[in-house]
């Protein structure tokens, strides 16, 4: 149905990776509740990705809202330049209690991409403060994604996304995770070769998201960290995607018990609420920066950095995780995901299906013709599914119900045996 203001979107919103020649026509959201969102024309839809893996204890929460009324009447936004406040202090120490390893300090930035922006530039300064400037570039993976600005896009390779930067771009080691001892021994090589111009290692750990919800092992991210330590490079844990239970395990790292030097967070940080993110790192580290050289102080800062509202609603997230058993319900949600994905691997476009903590992927046998069309037959299912390239992927609200899930899963199954069929 026509809205009023839909004209206006339609004249001047510009959205992400959008051909907007071709696209066709955004549905016009009014409201949301739970996992459910419901159109301007009345339709509802259940949402299989919440919102990109943000609203992980579902829309509209109300602990959430609570705090953040609160924090909206007091003092919605203060600089954090020279003053400090006590949503940010909290979220701070609770942070660095709850993450891997000793983390002791926390730079709050707005966004994901400017989270790992942050940690690269701390590793590059680290290194520049400790008399090795040399050591100034990054190692990557393929498939890997870290965020779409010049110096994050550098780092990753997430298939042909950022293709038309390629040039741009400050060039990076990108390599393959190693799937095999062999691998990891070239790997090992390759580091003894070049770890006096390295600065750190940059991976999203055990799984690769927008690149293509591609999986490791906690064994080869374990050896991945040993193998950075053994070269004396930072281990950078882009968490962005992963972190807050995603994976199963509060933080990736976690499962293979390893200890990030740096470690990023962004989209569930605030349960998908309000824009924030953060770089955590542990005591070595920011003492690198401690000097009585004011430049050898870290160069950065987001205006918003810790804004007092975003600092209320993730403190409120985290009392949710801290109140309930997110973990026991990540575990049942892994064990629907497999049971009621598994049909699909039995279908002939189908290449495989994997899950992993409250991740559904099921990877198709080639990207398809018409992604538009897939993603407008889930929504006359009910359903809002965004297939990224070849794989059609669920990260849903940790909330879900399992009539919700099952008709999720049911729509996956319906739409692709019906593709199959054309
Ligand atoms: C989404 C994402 C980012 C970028 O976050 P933005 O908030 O979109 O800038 C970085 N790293 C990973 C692993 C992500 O999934």
Known sequence: MQQPW???GQQHLWLPYTQMHTAPLPLNAA???GCTITLADG???IDGIASWWSACHGYNHPHIIQAMQAQLHTMPHIMLGGLIHEQASRLAARLCAITPGKMQRVFFSDSGSIAVEVALKM???YWRNAGQPRKDRFIGFSNGYHGDTLGTMAIGEPGEMHKAFRNAVIPQYIVDIPADEYAFTELDNLLGEIAPQIAGMVIEPLVQGAGGMKFHTADVLAELHRLAQKHQILFIADEVATGFGRTGSYFACQEAGIAPDILCLGKALTAGMVP??????NQSIFEGFLSEDKDKAFMHGPTFMGNPLAASAANASLDLFEQSDYQGRIEKLEQDLLEQLAPCANLPNVRDVRVKGAIG???LAEKP????RLRAEFIKQGCWI???GDVVYLTPAFTISQAELATLTGAIYAVLKQQAAL
């Open 6 to 8: 839909d004209s206006l």
């Open 31 to 33: 409201s949301t509740q």
């Open 43 to 45: 339709t509802t839809l």
């Open 123 to 125: 590793a590059l300064q």
């Open 276 to 281: 924030m993110a953060a770089t955590l790192t």
């Open 361 to 363: 992927v099921v990877q």
């Open 369 to 372: 013709a018409n992604t538009d």
């Open 386 to 388: 965004r297939p990224l």
